[in-house]
């Protein structure tokens, strides 16, 4: 497998614009998180998927930020419109069942530059 | 909900001396707490994990412990060497629902 798969890994947009990253789980994962990484936050959990079905979203900032997971090997993280200070890593991360392993498999993730 | 704290928040070290990095946690429910080791630019990688059942876990030069009652747990890194130099992230979760609760990081120099 190619590992936890995500894209674009760098995006620069102008402020107002709507942005899209994308990831693509390992097969067989039925867990996926969306992390958010800053120098101030540290890394921050915005949502996470079981089996498809979001289960807690309290992590997202504010209605501009949704997710979706329309099967069970694409997600996509969706910001309209974006601010600057939206500005981070975006790192997507999928996991096993806990019964067969916990360990988080976290993509390249996606470097959000919005000016 | 889980929260989760390190201290300190950098940590430089002497290359061949040893390097501990401490967490505590909040929810007593926690029975999953992972390390994850950050490279310049690159994605979080998990190093060692340990679970509630266990006090302590080696990996080569790497070990973890665990105090439940106090709700705290360190990474311990022996002979550390230029290349350990990276962002270490402490983590905890509930396993029933595998939601990770991450630490804000802690920045390990290991000087030559």
């Known amino acids: 497998d190619a590992g936890v798969i995500q894209s674009p890994r760098h995006e620069v947009t102008e402020m107002g614009q709507e942005v899209t990253l994308r990831c693509k789980p390992i097969s067989g994962h039925d867990y996926l998180f969306w992390y958010r990484q800053t120098m101030m936050r540290g890394l921050e959990l915005l949502i996470y998927?079981?089996?498809?079905?979001?289960?807690?979203d309290s992590g997202m900032p504010e209605d501009r930020f949704s997710a979706k997971m329309p099967n069970a090997s694409f997600s996509t993280l969706k910001i309209q419109p974006s601010e600057p200070r939206d500005s981070a890593v975006y790192f997507c991360?999928?996991?096993?069942?806990?019964?067969?392993?916990?360990?988080?498999?976290f993509g390249q993730g996606t470097r959000l530059t919005v000016v | 909900g889980e929260n989760v704290e390190q201290h300190p928040s950098t940590l430089s070290v002497q290359e061949g001396d040893s390097a501990v990095i401490k967490c505590t946690y909040s929810d007593s429910a926690s029975n999953y707490f992972p390390w994850y080791k950050q490279e310049l630019g690159k994605r979080p990688q998990l190093i060692i994990d340990?679970?509630?059942?266990?006090g302590e876990k080696k990996d080569q030069r790497i070990a973890v412990t665990l105090n439940k009652t106090a709700k705290h747990f360190s990474l311990h890194i022996t002979e550390t060497q230029p290349e350990d130099s990276a962002v270490y992230f402490c983590?905890?979760?509930?396993?029933?629902?595998?939601?990770?609760?991450f630490g804000k990081g802690i920045t390990l120099s290991v000087r030559p």
């Open positions: 340990i679970r509630s059942n266990v």
């Open positions: 983590a905890a979760a509930i396993g029933a629902n595998s939601k990770l609760t």
């Open positions: 991360a999928s996991s096993q069942d806990w019964l067969v392993g916990t360990e988080a498999f």
């Open positions: 998927f079981n089996n498809n079905v979001p289960i807690d």
